[in-house]
């Protein structure tokens, strides 16, 4: 049975073109040990460009440690995993001599296969190809390389790929990122009773109030006009399905429900306004306004709250490369999903402020960059 093994691989470019590197890491399927780690700086170049090297750099070493071996590629890069699969064609010109590469290196190996993972779950390869651009500056050329000591493949000296010329940008976005975005619409419910008196509102099932329900109506007519969605996702909570049932309407969408975009459960300060929280759990509270990973008594942290939320935008955004998609939600999953895009600290949590009713936009691009386009946008509440 021939021998198995995953390589984690990794690029970006500071600037797109900018400053660029890659990252790759071969690990044992059957264990999970790291066999080989490598990085290296590409000088000036595309996202695209270094995420392609990454590959051919993980599939060389992993075809000179284990030629013939199965591979399980994982890569945060879906124009990668797409075009390497056969599904997206390499229109690119800059892109089809790597891929070819990655082709000729797979050719020594068994069966490959190409699997799309968020960024979070490929953070050790993101990790080297981030050093690789920290010295990408001052780059001589020389790719770093780790081995493990204890297995027969240690320190296998990759060799990189061919380096082209910095890649003219393959749309027009002046970012350099790949047109036609997805785009998540962040959409907060309507005013409740415990909004209206500034209260912890959590699991707690609350309806919206009149002005709530005038509220998701005005949201739903702005998104009406701005034309093109294609789907809405929206939390369980009845305030939240409220109100994408009103842009279902306006819209002519279909709904689906996520479990996933569900607010933070408070616990034992559902309903209470804050003063009342902190008279009765001073410490407690002290202690989560410091620290993401603390949970309200009885409740959910904020870190909590963030694994499942991305979990459910990695569901949002797997089902298709482009469109609009209507998320309806809560504060601490908008703040969440803002959060991830702008590539903030957990601090910043505490520093944004969402209004009910509000409208968030968030541009993902198939090759990895995200555009926050509008935050706590309510013009649609205060008409002229």
């Given at each position: 049975?021939?021998?198995?093994?995953?390589?984690?691989?990794?690029?970006?470019?500071?600037?797109?073109?900018?400053?660029?590197?890659?990252?790759?890491v071969?690990?044992?399927?059957?264990?999970?040990?790291?066999?080989?780690?490598?990085?290296?700086?590409?000088?000036?170049?595309?996202?695209?460009?270094?995420?392609?090297?990454?590959?051919?750099?993980?599939?060389?070493?992993?075809?000179?440690?284990?030629?013939?071996?199965?591979?399980?590629?994982?890569?945060?890069?879906?124009?990668?995993v797409?075009?390497?699969?056969?599904?997206?064609?390499?229109?690119?010109?800059?892109?089809?001599?790597?891929?070819?590469?990655?082709?000729?290196?797979?050719?020594?190996?068994?069966?490959?296969?190409?699997?799309?993972?968020?960024?979070?779950?490929?953070?050790?390869?993101?990790?080297?190809?981030?050093?690789?651009?920290?010295?990408?500056?001052?780059?001589?050329?020389?790719?770093?390389?780790?081995?493990?000591?204890?297995?027969?493949?240690a320190?296998?000296?990759?060799?990189?790929?061919?380096?082209?010329?910095?890649?003219?940008?393959?749309?027009?976005?002046?970012?350099?990122?790949?047109?036609?975005?997805?785009?998540?619409?962040?959409?907060?419910?309507?005013?409740?009773?415990?909004?209206?008196?500034?209260?912890?509102?959590?699991?707690?099932?609350?309806?919206?109030?009149?002005?709530?329900?005038?509220?998701?109506?005005?949201?739903?007519?702005?998104?009406?006009?701005?034309?093109?969605?294609?789907?809405?996702?929206?939390?369980?909570?009845q305030?939240?399905?409220?109100?994408?049932?009103?842009?279902?309407?306006?819209?002519?969408?279909?709904?689906?429900?996520?479990?996933?975009?569900?607010?933070?459960?408070?616990?034992?300060?559902?309903?209470?306004?804050?003063?009342?929280?902190i008279?009765r759990?001073?410490?407690?509270?002290?202690?989560?306004?410091?620290?993401?990973?603390?949970?309200?008594?009885?409740?959910?942290?904020?870190?909590?709250?963030?694994?499942?939320?991305?979990?459910?935008?990695?569901?949002?955004?797997?089902?298709?490369?482009?469109?609009?998609?209507?998320?309806?939600?809560?504060?601490?999953?908008?703040?969440?999903?803002?959060?991830?895009?702008?590539?903030?600290?957990?601090?910043?949590?505490?520093?944004?402020?969402?209004?009910?009713?509000?409208?968030?936009?968030?541009?993902?691009?198939?090759?990895?960059?995200?555009?926050?386009r509008?935050?706590?946008d309510?013009?649609?509440?205060?008409?002229?």
């Amino acid at each position: 049975m021939p021998r198995s093994l995953i390589v984690e691989a990794d690029g970006g470019s500071r600037g797109n073109p900018g400053p660029a590197g890659y990252g790759a890491v071969i690990r044992d399927a059957a264990s999970g040990e790291v066999l080989a780690e490598l990085y290296q700086s590409l000088g000036v170049t595309t996202n695209n460009v270094a995420e392609y090297s990454g590959l051919v750099a993980g599939l060389t070493a992993a075809a000179e440690l284990a030629p013939g071996a199965d591979v399980d590629v994982a890569l945060d890069s879906k124009l990668v995993v797409e075009q390497m699969s056969g599904r997206w064609q390499i229109k690119h010109p800059a892109l089809r001599p790597l891929a070819a590469q990655a082709e000729a290196a797979a050719r020594r190996l068994g069966r490959v296969s190409y699997q799309w993972v968020p960024r979070a779950r490929n953070a050790h390869a993101d990790r080297l190809a981030n050093r690789a651009m920290d010295e990408a500056g001052d780059d001589d050329g020389e790719a770093g390389q780790r081995g493990n000591g204890s297995r027969s493949g240690a320190g296998v000296s990759a060799a990189a790929p061919s380096q082209p010329a910095a890649a003219a940008r393959p749309g027009p976005s002046w970012t350099g990122a790949q047109p036609e975005p997805l785009t998540t619409v962040l959409l907060r419910h309507g005013e409740t009773p415990l909004s209206a008196e500034r209260r912890f509102a959590g699991r707690g099932d609350i309806p919206l109030t009149e002005a709530g329900l005038a509220q998701a109506r005005a949201a739903a007519r702005r998104l009406a006009s701005r034309g093109r969605i294609d789907r809405i996702v929206t939390s369980p909570l009845q305030r939240a399905r409220r109100t994408a049932a009103e842009v279902a309407a306006a819209t002519g969408a279909p709904v689906e429900v996520d479990d996933g975009w569900m607010e933070t459960d408070f616990g034992e300060w559902e309903g209470l306004s804050f003063a009342e929280a902190i008279a009765r759990w001073p410490d407690e509270v002290a202690a989560w306004l410091k620290d993401t990973s603390v949970p309200p008594p009885g409740g959910e942290s904020f870190d909590a709250t963030g694994h499942r939320v991305l979990a459910a935008l990695d569901r949002v955004l797997a089902g298709g490369p482009a469109g609009t998609v209507v998320v309806v939600s809560h504060v601490t999953p908008m703040k969440t999903v803002l959060r991830h895009a702008l590539l903030a600290p957990p601090e910043s949590l505490r520093r944004m402020y969402l209004s009910v009713a509000c409208l968030c936009e968030v541009d993902w691009y198939a090759d990895g960059p995200a555009v926050v386009r509008t935050l706590n946008d309510t013009a649609h509440l205060h008409p002229a």
